[in-house]
């Protein structure tokens, strides 16, 4: 089955302890990326890559990091977590021809005491 | 900033009725317009492209107007099943990135 996963799928933690949210995609997908989603906001793209070892920074980079050593795998990293990055996490891919489908993972809902 | 504008709701719609909702776009050089449906708390998930020509499948319509910079989506027969978010994405073809709407919601009631 074609899916994204996510992991964890909901994690409370505390300021300053790192932590960090993996995502794995199985349809071979060259571009990948992080969204948070807040009320009223909507959908922020926080990091994407579009290929191994390429990334790049979205609307809302900071106080985030993530790496792209392999094709399937995007992990987020966060190094010292603070309570305005308490939100609901989505890792996406897709391949790159015009008109891809993105997917979505089930999300990951994080809170920083 | 290039922007996806979206009137945020909610609509508050009764069952078996028809609803539409718009979308406008400030990139006029954009190229991919899609719909996506977000339940509560879920990921979201593609109902439909829309097409220059407009497409149709089963009740619902998507539309897009280039000289308006906007896109439509409507929902006939609507069922409480419907009830969710409408996300619009438009794509930038220079860079490959999705520009999300912040979302319509939508509330189907008997």
């Known amino acids: 089955e074609a899916q994204v996963t996510q992991n964890p799928r909901y994690l409370i933690t505390v300021t300053g302890k790192k932590l960090t949210v993996t995502c794995s995609q199985n349809?071979?997908?060259?571009?990948m990326s992080w969204y948070r989603q807040d009320p009223g906001l909507g959908l922020r793209q926080i990091y994407y890559?579009?290929?191994?070892?390429?990334?790049d920074k979205g609307d809302v980079p900071e106080g985030y990091k993530v790496s792209r050593k392999e094709k399937r795998n995007f992990p987020l990293i966060l190094e010292s977590p603070s309570p305005n990055q308490t939100s609901l996490y989505f890792c996406?891919?897709?391949?790159?021809?015009?008109?891809?489908?993105?997917?979505f993972g089930p999300g990951t809902r994080l809170t920083v005491l | 900033r290039k922007e996806v504008e979206q009137d945020p709701g909610p609509f508050n719609v009764p069952e078996g009725a028809t609803v539409a909702f718009n979308c406008t776009y400030s990139?006029?050089?954009?190229?991919?317009f899609f719909w996506y449906r977000q339940d509560c708390r879920k990921e979201p998930k593609l109902l439909m492209s829309?097409?220059?020509?407009?497409n149709e499948d089963g009740r619902f319509t998507a539309q897009l107007n280039r000289a308006s910079q906007y896109i439509s989506l409507l929902i006939r027969d609507s069922k409480l099943s419907d009830s969710a978010t409408y996300l619009c994405?438009?794509?930038?073809?220079?860079?490959?990135?999705?520009?999300w709407g912040a979302g319509t919601k939508l509330i189907i009631k008997p």
């Open positions: 996406a891919s897709r391949g790159l021809a015009d008109g891809s489908e993105q997917f």
């Open positions: 349809m071979n997908h060259e571009y």
């Open positions: 890559s579009m290929n191994v070892e390429v990334t």
């Open positions: 990139n006029s050089a954009s190229q991919s």
């Open positions: 829309v097409y220059s020509s407009g």
């Open positions: 994405v438009v794509k930038e073809d220079s860079n490959y990135q999705l520009i």
